[in-house]
């Protein structure tokens, strides 16, 4: 049969996914997405770049071979509708947003916080010899308290501990994590305020929850400069507690109203940045599988639903009559050493928890430090190879205190402003950056 002499079938066995494979062709590269353990045919014209919803090309040269089958049996593409399939090309690709005279670029990385610093010793060099010198010995021993609490980041066999490696904001004064967030602005420009969140701090409330961003809006709009008195911060989106990154806030309940409903439409790009442990294949691509909410040993966590189509509908779990939400994601790998990768994911639609749910089971390549989501049938700590673990200087007994590695790197905002683009990046995080020097992981 012709189809095997044109494509080549990867099944993701370590994903766990019981009814999606995907296949590239090797005369064009295309990949596309299927189901698995079906029989199915690929019709002659989705080898043209745009036909198809389902392929997406590589830019690879194309072959003119007559790729269709005379089997009348074998499964079709006409067979699935493509109904939940459509999504918005119009958005910015992978590969990154043309620059043009259009677009208003916002990048944070921290020269702000650099520059008060400087103020300060400059302020301090004005002081009495006295006060300066009382001003020296109050630093010296904030470096040692800092020294001797790092030196603690250790187990009693010398292997490394991660828990202090990100901030506990539960044992913060909300006061102080209002100012943190105040330290975090990246823009505050017209009825729009983006922060780069810090690691650990959740967006609402709940059991067991100190401080949440949106308890602490009120106080962070009085503390905006040449603000109105009666400002009030609207929360637009969301990110977990462990995603660090770029967030949105409204000054109005009308552009509130709009950016929300440019989330919906998927009309705002959102790129993330995350290591992952072990190398996606193939490089570059997008995941087009649907996602729904499921229990797993008592606990509430995402998971992937494929859609087989109406013709195979009785072959999935009769107990199940939701179909799962639309869920797409675009990646593609900046780096890797081979036992672990940077990757960039834009998340084309917003469903909870997409990015995590698509990397570890669409993929088969978990986020460093997503606990959550490392095992299919399990909730447990993440198992990591031994040149990871060789890397880190960590037992596999401590790998629980490894922090999530997912980082919102970068919002566009088309035409927001009198038909101008607004793209907003902001940096790493230490803890971030400095493990990707563990692993040898480039940023391009």
Same mark, same amino acid.
């Given at each position: 049969?012709?189809?095997?002499?044109?494509?080549?079938?990867?099944?993701?066995?370590?994903?766990?996914?019981?009814?999606?494979?995907?296949?590239?062709?090797?005369? #064009?590269?295309?990949?596309?997405?299927?189901?698995?353990? $079906?029989?199915?045919?690929?019709? =002659?014209?989705?080898?043209?770049?745009?036909?198809?919803?389902?392929?997406?090309?590589?830019?690879?040269?194309?072959?003119?071979?007559?790729?269709?089958?005379?089997?009348?049996?074998?499964?079709?593409?006409?067979?699935?509708?493509?109904?939940? *399939?459509?999504?918005?090309?119009?958005?910015?690709?992978?590969?990154?947003?043309?620059?043009?005279?259009?677009?208003?670029?916002?990048?944070?990385?921290?020269?702000?916080?650099?520059?008060?610093?400087?103020?300060?010793?400059?302020?301090?060099?004005?002081?009495?010899?006295?006060?300066?010198?009382?001003?020296?010995?109050?630093?010296?021993?904030?470096?040692?308290?800092?020294?001797?609490?790092?030196?603690?980041?250790?187990?009693?066999?010398?292997? =490394?501990?991660? &828990?202090? #490696?990100?901030?506990?904001?539960?044992?913060?004064?909300?006061?102080?994590?209002?100012?943190?967030?105040?330290?975090?602005?990246?823009?505050?420009?017209?009825?729009?305020?983006?922060?780069? =969140?810090?690691?650990?701090?959740?967006?609402?409330?709940?059991?067991?929850?100190?401080?949440?961003?949106?308890?602490?809006?009120?106080?962070?709009?009085?503390?905006?400069?040449?603000?109105?008195?009666?400002? &009030?911060?609207?929360?637009?989106?969301?990110?977990?507690?462990? &995603? #660090?990154?770029?967030?949105?806030?409204?000054? #109005?309940?009308?552009?509130?109203?709009? $950016?929300?409903a440019m989330f919906r439409n998927h009309v705002i790009s959102k790129k993330y940045w995350v290591i992952t442990v072990g190398v996606p294949e193939p490089n570059k691509g997008m995941l087009d599988i649907p996602m729904i909410e499921k229990e797993?040993?008592?606990?509430?966590?995402?998971?992937? =639903?494929?859609?087989?189509?109406?013709?195979?509908?009785? *072959?999935?779990?009769?107990?199940?009559?939701?179909?799962?939400?639309?869920?797409?994601?675009?990646?593609?790998?900046?780096?890797?050493?081979?036992?672990?990768? $940077?990757?960039?994911?834009?998340?084309?639609?917003?469903?909870? /928890?997409?990015?995590?749910? /698509?990397?570890?089971?669409?993929?088969?390549?978990?986020?460093?430090?997503?606990h959550k989501y490392s095992h299919f049938n399990k909730i447990a700590p993440q198992k990591l190879p031994v040149e990871m673990l060789q890397r880190f200087r960590l037992r596999q007994a401590k790998v629980r205190t490894m922090p999530m590695h997912? /980082?919102? /790197?970068?919002?566009? *905002?088309?035409?927001?402003?009198?038909?101008?683009?607004?793209?907003?990046?902001?940096?790493?995080?230490?803890?971030?950056?400095?493990? *990707?020097?563990?692993?040898?992981?480039?940023?391009?």
């Amino acid at each position: 049969m012709n189809l095997f002499c044109n494509f080549r079938v990867f099944i993701r066995l370590n994903s766990h996914i019981n009814s999606c494979v995907f296949s590239r062709c090797l005369s #064009t590269g295309d990949v596309v997405f299927v189901p698995r353990k $079906l029989p199915f045919r690929v019709p =002659k014209e989705t080898f043209s770049e745009g036909q198809d919803p389902f392929v997406r090309s590589t830019n690879k040269p194309q072959n003119n071979g007559n790729q269709e089958s005379s089997d009348s049996n074998i499964f079709s593409y006409s067979n699935i509708s493509t109904h939940d *399939l459509k999504i918005n090309d119009n958005l910015p690709d992978v590969g990154g947003i043309e620059e043009n005279e259009n677009t208003i670029y916002i990048q944070f990385d921290g020269t702000e916080k650099k520059n008060r610093k400087d103020a300060e010793k400059q302020k301090a060099s004005e002081l009495s010899p006295a006060k300066a010198a009382a001003m020296n010995v109050r630093d010296s021993l904030r470096s040692e308290t800092v020294t001797s609490s790092k030196n603690t980041g250790f187990d009693s066999k010398g292997f =490394k501990i991660y &828990t202090d #490696t990100v901030p506990d904001l539960k044992r913060v004064p909300p006061a102080k994590v209002t100012s943190i967030l105040k330290s975090r602005i990246i823009y505050n420009e017209g009825e729009i305020l983006a922060i780069d =969140k810090p690691y650990g701090l959740p967006c609402h409330g709940g059991p067991g929850v100190v401080n949440n961003i949106e308890e602490l809006l009120p106080r962070l709009a009085r503390m905006l400069p040449g603000q109105q008195e009666d400002l &009030t911060l609207h929360m637009v989106h969301r990110l977990d507690k462990e &995603t #660090t990154g770029v967030m949105l806030f409204a000054k #109005t309940e009308e552009m509130k109203l709009k $950016l929300q409903a440019m989330f919906r439409n998927h009309v705002i790009s959102k790129k993330y940045w995350v290591i992952t442990v072990g190398v996606p294949e193939p490089n570059k691509g997008m995941l087009d599988i649907p996602m729904i909410e499921k229990e797993v040993e008592g606990k509430h966590r995402m998971s992937l =639903k494929p859609d087989i189509g109406d013709v195979y509908k009785n *072959l999935w779990q009769k107990k199940s009559r939701s179909f799962g939400t639309k869920a797409v994601s675009k990646f593609r790998v900046l780096d890797d050493n081979g036992t672990a990768a $940077l990757v960039e994911v834009q998340a084309v639609t917003g469903v909870k /928890h997409q990015v995590r749910c /698509h990397m570890a089971f669409g993929l088969g390549c978990p986020i460093l430090g997503d606990h959550k989501y490392s095992h299919f049938n399990k909730i447990a700590p993440q198992k990591l190879p031994v040149e990871m673990l060789q890397r880190f200087r960590l037992r596999q007994a401590k790998v629980r205190t490894m922090p999530m590695h997912l /980082h919102a /790197h970068q919002i566009f *905002l088309p035409e927001i402003y009198q038909g101008r683009n607004l793209s907003i990046t902001t940096r790493l995080p230490q803890f971030f950056n400095k493990n *990707l020097s563990y692993l040898k992981l480039k940023v391009s």
